[in-house]
T-cell receptor
Framework: AQSVTQLGSHVSVSEGALVLLRCNYSSSVPPYLFWYVQYPNQGLQLLLKYTSAATLVKGINGFEAEFKKSETSFHLTKPSAHMSDAAEYFCAVSRGQAGTALIFGKGTTLSVSS | KAGVTQTPRYLIKTRGQQVTLSCSPISGHRSVSWYQQTPGQGLQFLFEYFSETQRNKGNFPGRFSGRQFSNSRSEMNVSTLELGDSALYLC??????????????FGAGSRLTVL
């Protein structure tokens, strides 16, 4: 079975500070990993995905994540937070096979203060 | 290119009623998945349809059902509504499904409140 654990339900940073959102996964097969962002009253928007190519994945809006198999982690980072980054972030894992579902973590709410 | 469209965006029902939610996927996408989002349980997979066939189903009671039409549009139905069914229901489409290289594109959701 696959699962995702997001450490910290709420992260607060100052504008311009480093953003680090933690995600650990469990998977019996090579995983496909994703980060999605959700703004209030909206659906989920894909930030980036890992599909067994490069371990350092760059996404939209300056976000990136590094796949570390030995640590079963896929943490999301951004060097400098912007007020517009305030949202809820979800890490998700999939087997990547036809018909399989995304398994989501519980989410991390990012607050950015000026 | 138009995104995933879900209707209605908001609705209020009472216990015991039934509800039907609609999802129009991105043009050319043949897979439609449904997820339930609640504060307590987070995002949970309901089911996935591909070429009018249910290909995968999550762990939800039979009161939750869905279907897909030949134009890939999908509907989900919840019968005999319970208070716990209050949630944001998200639809996502992709070219082939599989939640791997084929990325899911989500709609804005339908927020259901059961009184």
């Amino acid at each position: 079975a696959q699962s995702v654990t997001q450490l910290g339900s709420h992260v607060s940073v100052s504008e311009g500070a480093l953003v680090l959102l933690r995600c650990n996964y469990s998977s019996s097969v090579p995983p496909y990993l994703f980060w999605y962002v959700q703004y209030p009253n909206q659906g989920l928007q894909l930030l980036l995905k890992y599909t067994s190519a490069a371990t350092l994945v760059k996404g939209i809006n300056g976000f990136e994540a590094e796949f570390k198999k030995s640590e079963t982690s896929f943490h999301l980072t951004k060097p400098s937070a912007h007020m517009s980054d305030a949202a809820e972030y979800f890490c998700a894992v999939s087997r990547g096979q036809a018909g399989t579902a995304l398994i989501f973590g519980k989410g991390t709410t990012l607050s950015v203060s000026s | 290119k138009a995104g995933v469209t879900q209707t209605p965006r908001y609705l209020i029902k009472t216990r015991g009623q039934q509800v039907t939610l609609s999802c129009s996927p991105i043009s050319g996408h043949r897979s439609v998945s449904w997820y339930q989002q609640t504060p307590g349980q987070g995002l949970q997979f309901l089911f996935e349809y591909f070429s009018e066939t249910q290909r995968n189903k999550g762990n939800f009671p039979g009161r939750f059902s869905g279907r897909q039409f030949s134009n890939s549009r999908s509907e989900m139905n919840v019968s005999t509504l319970e208070l716990g069914d209050s949630a944001l229901y998200l639809c996502a489409s992709s070219l082939e499904g599989g939640a791997g290289a084929n990325v899911l594109t989500f709609g804005a959701g339908s927020r259901l409140t059961v009184l």
